[in-house]
């Protein structure tokens, strides 16, 4: 079955620290790749995507994401972490497949940030 | 920007009850979503449509209905309200094109179902 996996339920970093939030997914080709956050109470905001091309890519509020294909994962990162980055990130996949549309999402990684 | 609307950020209804969820998107485009939310689950795609008038099954429509009557509006309609429908629902869009599947989120509507 196609799946996406977020194998952090939590994780807590310093302020100022670095970060890597991982994410594995099993298809059988290359889907179109995403990650979002959510802050409290709010919906999903996109932070970068990666469809094709540099397995690197960066995103906003200083996030970047590198795509491997040998290890099916798709990590997030980012060199320094703030307290505002305290948040929900979610993971996910995109596929079209038979004329039909499949989103799936991980279940996503809570971040505590200490001061 | 995008800009996706729902129309309650917090509802409390009673079992039984018929509940409207609203959804309404400002960029002409194709792909709406519903999803629920729920701790430890992640997000679970409840419909979607890609036109007006078409709709498709996610991964758990049961208990669930829809409706698109305009391009840019996307309802959700519980039925019968039950309690196992507490939840965060979420709505989403997206262009429709081969290179531009992102999707954009609302704010999300709480659900209460005493």
């Known amino acids: 079955a196609q799946s996406v996996t977020q194998p952090d339920i939590h994780i807590t970093v310093s302020e100022g620290a670095s970060l890597e939030l991982r994410c594995n997914y099993s298809?059988?080709?290359?889907?179109?790749l995403f990650w979002y956050v959510q802050s409290p109470g709010q919906g999903l905001q996109l932070l970068l995507k990666?469809?094709?091309?540099?397995?690197l890519v960066q995103g906003i509020k200083g996030f970047e994401a590198e795509f491997k294909r040998s290890q099916s994962s798709f990590n997030l990162r980012k060199p320094s972490v703030h307290w505002s980055d305290a948040a929900e990130y979610f993971c996910?996949?995109?596929?079209?497949?038979?004329?039909?549309?499949?989103?799936?999402f991980g279940t996503g990684t809570r971040l505590k940030v200490l001061a | 920007d995008v800009k996706v609307t729902q129309s309650s950020r917090y509802l409390v209804k009673r079992t039984g009850e018929k509940v409207f969820l609203e959804c309404v998107q400002d960029m002409d485009h194709e792909n709406m979503f519903w999803y629920r939310q729920d701790p430890g689950l992640g997000l679970r795609l409840i419909y979607f449509s890609y036109d007006v008038k078409m709709k498709e099954k996610g991964d758990i429509p049961e208990g669930y209905s829809v409706s698109r009557e305009k391009k840019e509006r996307f309802s959700l309609i519980l039925e019968s309200a039950s309690t196992n429908q507490t939840s965060m629902y979420l709505c989403?869009?997206?262009?429709?094109?081969?290179?531009?599947?992102?999707?954009?989120f609302g704010p999300g509507t709480r659900l209460l179902v005493l």
């Open positions: 298809y059988g080709a290359t889907p179109y």
């Open positions: 989403a869009s997206s262009p429709g094109t081969a290179d531009q599947e992102t999707q954009y």
């Open positions: 996910a996949v995109f596929r079209r497949t038979s004329g039909t549309y499949k989103y799936i």
């Open positions: 990666y469809f094709s091309g540099d397995t």
